[in-house]
């Protein structure tokens, strides 16, 4: 006679408490794209040089890489809300420090090192946690994720200069350490209450190893993928980091520059969104090759018809082909790789946006204070989308789900 094995519990899975999580999180992880504002009180009150400064925000891209790329080897450590309570509590450790600094190394360590490695391993461990459950849409589901912190940064922007400007630099990252905390408590309970896992069950297995099921972490599909990103990467992070100075350098008015720069943050949120539901209709590298032709176009434009007008236009144009391509990145490895996957490849894909962070546009600072202009830069940048475009085309069409 045999005695029946007993039935699993059932796992409630409620994708909703995930993406609201993720939302919680982002939007003031989004915040350091906000850093440029913080930039002149800690210059006059700590007598830090602008350049020197500049190191705080470049470290803490670095961090972000490293914490996206080691979050993959925490998975088994702990429990998913576990994991996602510590880590945002990391990053709010991280601002904290930065908020009772005296010199450029307590910024750097904290600014830099703890909050940028925490910030990357909450955002992976959350995205992990919603691809884990997504059935459908993953494509606009990961754009809408990738989206949330561009518009972090267009909330916390106004926010952190009024506060600056009431209170002083130090309460602005003394209340974000506290909306960090807050965050991640409530993210960490809407983890427990979605049910969300960072690895598959043991029976359907885990990993990405051949053609049966999808394509190597580490193959050609992966490496091809971050190259596309990282040639509209470094073209939009130029714009992203140096829009009011280019408007500006094409004779554009301050009020012009300052718009653009709101303006172009705003269009690449939601080309992020666009990108990734596009890839839930078209193949991947159809909608890439066309992203980075959108780009190339406003680089074009503003070579040929130089003025303020243009750099407006052009500008917004290479903003959103990045923002189109950051949304189809992160909509496609959804589609690439299977879900257990996806923050292990997501992670690895950040490299490829921290080497963008450090490449033109610090080139493009370097020629400015050569030339005065930057029309050097924009055809560089227009390279780069024509290598894009071609590199786009060689990706496969299909992923694992449609037997490729």
Known sequence: M?????????????????????????????????????????????????????????????????????????????????????????????IAMAATASGLTQLLLGYGVVFGTGGGVTYILLQQGVNMLVRRRQGLVNGYIVSLYPLGAMIATPLFHACNEAYGWRTTLWGLAAVLVACGIAAAL???????????????????????????????????????????????????????????????????????????TGAIAAARISGGWLVDRFAVPYVMCAAHGLALGGGLLLTLLPSPLTAFVGLGMIGLGYGFVSGATAGGIGL?????????????????????????????????????????????????????????????????????
Not at 355 to 382: H, Q, W
């Open 336 to 404: 690439y790789w299977r879900p257990a996957d996806y923050g292990r490849v997501a992670g690895r894909t950040y490299v490829a946006w921290c080497l963008a962070a450090v490449s033109l546009p610090v080139l493009a600072g370097y020629l400015f204070d050569i030339t005065r202009e930057y029309s050097t830069a924009v055809l560089i940048a227009a390279g780069a989308n024509i290598a894009g475009m071609a590199m786009a085309l060689t990706m496969p069409r299909r992923g694992w789900r449609e037997g490729g």
């Open 190 to 264: 809407l983890a427990r209450h979605g049910g969300a896992r960072l690895v598959a069950p043991a029976a359907t297995g885990s990993t990405t190893t051949g053609p049966a099921t999808g394509p190597a972490i580490l193959g050609p599909t992966f490496y091809k993928l971050s190259a596309t990103f990282f040639l509209a990467a470094s073209a939009g992070l130029m714009v992203l980091s140096q829009a009011r100075e280019i408007v500006a350098a094409y004779g554009g008015a301050a009020a012009l520059a300052v718009a653009a720069t709101t303006g172009i």
């Open 2 to 94: 045999s005695v029946a094995t007993p039935a699993l519990p059932v796992r409630a899975e409620r994708l909703w408490a995930a993406l609201l999580a993720a939302t919680l999180m982002n939007l003031p992880l989004g915040s350091v794209y906000s850093f440029s504002v913080l930039l002149r009180p800690i210059e006059q009150e700590l007598a830090i040089p602008r350049s020197a400064l500049s190191l705080v925000f470049g470290l803490c891209t670095v961090g972000f890489t490293v914490g996206s790329v080691g979050a993959a080897f925490l998975y088994r450590v702990a429990p998913a809300p576990v994991l996602v309570l510590a880590s945002a509590l990391v990053a709010a450790g991280g």
